[in-house]
T-cell receptor, first 114, second 116 residues
Framework: AQSVTQLGSHVSVSEGALVLLRCNYS??????LFWYVQYPNQGLQLLLK??????LVKGINGFEAEFKKSETSFHLTKPSAHMSDAAEYFC????????????FGQGTELSVKP | DAGVTQSPTHLIKTRGQQVTLRCSPI?????VSWYQQVLGQGPQFIFQ???????GRGNFPDRFSARQFPNYSSELNVNALLLGDSALYLC???????????????FGPGTRLTVL
C-alpha cells in the first residue's frame, strides 16, 4: 500500500535560514508526489508536484523538492525562510487504483522566528 | 476565475443530528473529492465522484454519503453525528479524477464542523 511519512511534526527555523521538511514514501512503483501548504483556518494550496521528467521540482514561493528514488524521499526545501512561510505542510501521494485519492502524511508545522 | 467554494464555513451540531455540506468545483472540473481533516492530522479521503458516479470510497462508515449533481457540484451528508466527526471537511476538484499528473486536485477552504 502506498503511504507517506513526514519526519518531524514541528520544525522551527529563523528567518533567512534554510527550510528542510522531510517526506518519505512507500510504494512499489514511483508514485505521483505532491506538497501542499495549509495556512491557519484555510484549505490546502498546492506547492509543487513531482513529474517523472525531472527529479528537482520547483514550486511556488521559492520552494523546491527533490525526488530521490534510492532513498524513497521527496524532501521540501527553501533556501531562505520568510515569516510568511509559517504554516502546516503536507506531503501526499496519489493512489493509483482508486483514481485521484490523495494519501497525506501527518503534516509538519513550520514556525519561523524573527 | 473562482476557485472551489464550500458552504457553510462553520457548523455546530449536536450528537445524533444530520448534516449536509456543499461544494462547488472550479468551472470545467468534473471530479469532486471529499476529505476529513481532524485537528492535528493530515486529511483523510472520504469519497471521489466523477461525472456523477462514485469513483472511490475511503474507510468511513455508512453514515457518510455523498452525491454529485449534473452541474458537478456535490453534497456530503453525515447522519447520526458523533463527537468524533468534529473536523474540517475539505472538498477538492479536478478535471478528470484520473489521478494523473495533469489532474491536480484544488482544494476549497473547508467547512469546520463541530459536534457537541
Amino acid at each position: 500500500a502506498q503511504s507517506v511519512t513526514q519526519l518531524g511534526s514541528h520544525v522551527s527555523v529563523s528567518e533567512g535560514a534554510l527550510v528542510l521538511l522531510r517526506c518519505n514514501y512507500s510504494s512499489s512503483v514511483p508514485p505521483y508526489l505532491f506538497w501542499y501548504v495549509q495556512y491557519p483556518n484555510q484549505g490546502l494550496q498546492l506547492l509543487l508536484k513531482y513529474t517523472s521528467a525531472a527529479t528537482l521540482v520547483k514550486g511556488i514561493n521559492g520552494f523546491e523538492a527533490e525526488f530521490k528514488k534510492s532513498e524513497t524521499s521527496f524532501h521540501l526545501t527553501k533556501p531562505s525562510a520568510h515569516m510568511s512561510d509559517a504554516a502546516e505542510y503536507f506531503c501526499a501521494v496519489i493512489r493509483y487504483n482508486q483514481g485521484g485519492k490523495l494519501i497525506f502524511g501527518q503534516g509538519t508545522e513550520l514556525s519561523v522566528k524573527p | 476565475d473562482a476557485g472551489v467554494t464550500q458552504s457553510p464555513t462553520h457548523l455546530i451540531k449536536t450528537r445524533g443530528q444530520q448534516v449536509t455540506l456543499r461544494c462547488s468545483p472550479i468551472s470545467g472540473h468534473k471530479s469532486v473529492s471529499w476529505y476529513q481533516q481532524v485537528l492535528g492530522q493530515g486529511p483523510q479521503f472520504i469519497f471521489q465522484y466523477y461525472e456523477k458516479e462514485e469513483r472511490g470510497r475511503g474507510n468511513f462508515p455508512d453514515r457518510f454519503s455523498a452525491r454529485q449533481f449534473p452541474n458537478y457540484s456535490s453534497e456530503l451528508n453525515v447522519n447520526a453525528l458523533l463527537l468524533g466527526d468534529s473536523a474540517l471537511y475539505l472538498c477538492a476538484s479536478s478535471s478528470s479524477g484520473a489521478g494523473s499528473l495533469t489532474d491536480t486536485q484544488y482544494f476549497g477552504p473547508g467547512t469546520r464542523l463541530t459536534v457537541l
